[in-house]
Each structure stands twice: as C-alpha cells, then as structure tokens.
Antibody, heavy 119, light 108 residues
C-alpha cells in the first residue's frame, strides 16, 4: 500500500528556518516525482514544485522559486520542503503528493503539515 | 506561466441537480487538465485526469470534457456527499503545473 506520511505541525517565529518531511512507503520511491502543495487558511491549492528522487531534478512554481527548497533522499525514502527564513505569510497547510508514473496527476497524498509562523 | 481561470467560485444547487464548473487556460494545454475534489479537513483527491478520464473508484456521475483552453467538469446528479471544493489543475510536458482558484459547491 502506497503511503506518504508527513511530519507534525510546527509553530515558528518569523526569520526562523524550517524543514518539513514526507516519507514514502509501499512503492519504489526513487522512480516517482513527489510534489508539494500549499493551502493558506481558507484559500485554494497552490502548486509549489516537484522533485524526482532518482536524480534530484526539481521544478518550482514561479511564486516559490527562490523562497523554498525542495529535496529528496531515496536512501531514506523521504522528501523535504525547507525555508531559510520564514515569514508570517508562510502560515499554511502543506501537502506532499506523489505523481503517477506518467507524471500527469497527483495520485497519492500525505495527510498535510500545518505550519504556523507567528511572533 | 499558464494561468487557470475557474468559475464560478461558488455555487449552490439542490440534490439531483446537474452542476457544471468551467476552467479556462491562458494558452493551449491540449488535454493536460485534471479535476480534484477536496472535502473540509481532507487532502484533495483526483476525480478526472487528462481532461476526461475518470479516476479509479470515482462515481460515474462525475465527468470532464474539453481540450485546448476550455474545459468543463460536470456532476450529473448532485449528491449530499459531493459537498466539497473542486479544483482544476493544468500541467505541461515539463511537469510544471498550476491550479485553478477552486469552486465551492454547497447544497441549496
């Protein structure tokens, strides 16, 4: 059974760094793109970017390039989303999700990680 | 970057009604268009992929059509369990993607 298990909720202060994780199981992790989707409180879904664990190839959405780093380590079947300096506007639910083998849609989703950034 | 304009942003309909949501792309995206359903407190799930293909286990009252820049998503007979927000999503051959703004569906 394919599963994506995300790390727990975080409460951070502006300016702090953060790295949240998404651990995959039940499939060959290195062979499927994994992506991150942001959902700000009461708002819609935003595509942040994807990473291919097999060679660390990454694609970013224009609003997120330079603001977050997406990475993955196939040896521990884990993908990460990280910030070097959080802002209050980063407060959101973050979902990881796995693309199909064809790369055309997100087939499996994590449970979400709530990030709250507040002074 | 491809922009997706989804409408309406919300709608209210009766059980049994036919519901239609549209999504317009800022440029030709062929049939690289998916539709997701998100219920409160849950992660999204795909209902339709590649514009018109029904996802695994998805009821047949859901359908999608379109190509190029104009796409529609239809619920043929709205059920109480269909209360959710629906999103279109486009992707390109480099796997870059974006979502539409969402449509919140409520029961009248």
């Amino acid at each position: 059974e394919v599963q994506l298990v995300q790390s727990g909720a975080e409460v951070k202060k502006p300016g702090e760094s953060l790295k949240i994780s998404c651990r995959g199981s039940g499939y060959k992790f290195m062979n499927y793109w994994i992506g991150w989707v942001r959902q700000m409180p009461g708002k819609g879904l935003e595509w942040m970017g994807i990473v291919y664990p097999g060679d660390s190839d990454t694609r970013y959405g224009p609003s997120f390039r330079g603001h977050v780093t997406i990475s993955a380590d196939p040896s521990i079947t884990t993908a990460w989303l990280q910030w070097s300096s959080l802002k209050a506007s980063d407060t959101a639910m973050y979902y990881c999700a796995r693309l199909t083998g064809a790369g055309n849609f997100f087939e499996y989703w994590g449970q979400g990680t709530l990030v709250i950034v507040s002074s | 970057d491809i922009q997706m304009t989804q409408s309406p942003s919300s709608l209210s309909a009766s059980v049994g009604d036919r519901v239609t949501i549209t999504c317009q792309a800022s440029q030709d995206i062929y049939d690289f268009l998916n539709w997701y359903q998100q219920k409160p407190g849950e992660a999204p799930r795909v209902l339709i992929y590649d514009a018109s293909t029904l996802g695994t286990g998805v009821p047949s009252r859901f359908s999608g059509r379109g190509s190029g820049t104009n796409f529609t998503f239809t619920i043929s007979s709205l059920q109480p369990e269909d209360i959710a927000t629906y999103y279109c999503q486009q992707y390109d051959t480099l796997l870059r993607s974006s979502f539409g703004g969402g449509t919140k569906v409520e029961i009248k």
